[in-house]
């Protein structure tokens, strides 16, 4: 129950700071919009109901950044770095908290790990509003060059998608520009790896080690084949598309593409409009936002490391082998349950409100609502115009996934069900028809 509340009373908090006159510059944010817009902050997604840039003002924007960067870096992380500079002994049951905070599966130097994910955050976000700032400072002047350039590089570190260039418009502006896109792309990667691969990177490249440990081998692994795969998918079915990528010379076409495989990852910036895409690519795209980052990171979604298992567990299912393998190691049943367990969460989440959305608002088309809920149940935040002219139940349904997005379906699951004893009968086993 602890990662839930956390992040709810942070929404609450900062949903009650939005409601305040200072925060906006014209009417006052009712406190359903400033709820939606706090979770979609919190819970890194980037989905708005009112445009960030033109809306709000200089409070205001502080507290969606605020919120993003806590919500990138986790309250679990922010609590473990007080420990480890206070230097104070952590309890068995703070370590199982930041344990599931991180996504870890042991509980082994989580105060080293927090620390490490503190500098990770702070440096690039430091590299990526000096890079940033070579662009924006001459186009909007010093100080709104370098508060724009502070903003988007925590907004693409978090994978949260929230952009100040108003009317809705994210990185449009820039679909030419290699600076901005690759800068926001390394952002955005770096977040999305997690913390731990991030880190063992860097200490394979200072401390020059051998190799890089199992896991992250599997994550970069993972992360770079759908990047490219995407990016090629992309090109392929927009190429010619006068709405995207169509209008764009050959090597914007190919940055483009790339930046929209690597946004897909739960960042939610855009430089070509997602709604102009044929179906196809949209389809994609949902494939795409629902697998999401890897663990222990800023990205949502169900996480590359999920569907790896699944693969490796099809793969051996034909092979008709009775372990699960993968890269010389074998899988436990835990890890194919747990694989198994979120896909079905995520996939049964994802229709039932599809259907209710689509039920309540039958002028959208189902691949646009399910673009738009996949966009929020992976805490993605790329928009096809669903949420800003969405109702009611079309906003509570999107908060409802962003909310259990970013704390995790399992975590979200296992708070609800409470603790429960195990049985210590066991029931005779039998096979069934499948398939």
Known sequence: MILPLSFLIIILVGAGLLCLPCAVTGERLSFFDALFTATS??????????????????????????????????????????????????????????????????????????????????????????FLAIRFIPKYGFSKGLWFSAFHSISAFCNAGFDLFGNFSSLTEFVTDPLVNFVIMALIVTGGLGFVVVVDLWRRICRKKRRIDYRSRLVVGMTTGLIFGGALLIAILEWNSPETLGRLASQDKLMAALFQSVTLRTAGLNTIAQECQTDAAKLIGI???????????????????????????????????GEVDLMGRRLGSRNIKKALTLLCLGLVLLFTGVVIVSAAHPEFSIIDVGFELASAMGTVGLSVGVTANGGVACHIIEIMLMFMGRIGLLTFVFALSGKHQKSPLKYPMTDIPIG
Not at 58 to 67: E, P, R
Not at 101 to 125: C, K
Not at 301 to 318: C, D, Q, R, Y
């Open 41 to 130: 902050a919190t819970c890194v997604t980037g989905l708005v109901v009112v445009d960030t840039g033109t809306f709000f003002t200089l409070f205001g924007q502080i507290v969606i950044l605020v919120m993003i960067q806590i919500g990138g870096l986790g309250l679990m992380t922010m609590a473990a770095t007080l420990f480890y500079l206070a230097r104070r002994k952590v309890s068995l049951f703070e370590r199982m908290t930041l344990s599931e905070g991180f996504g870890a599966d042991h509980m082994n130097d989580l105060r080293g790990i927090a620390a490490s994910a503190v500098a990770v955050t702070a440096i690039s976000e430091f590299l990526g509003t000096a």
């Open 287 to 321: 494939v795409y936002m629902i697998i999401g980052g890897s663990p222990a990171g800023t990205a949502g979604g169900l996480k590359t490391m999920t569907f790896l298992v699944l693969g490796a567990t099809v793969h051996s299912m034909i092979r008709s082998v």
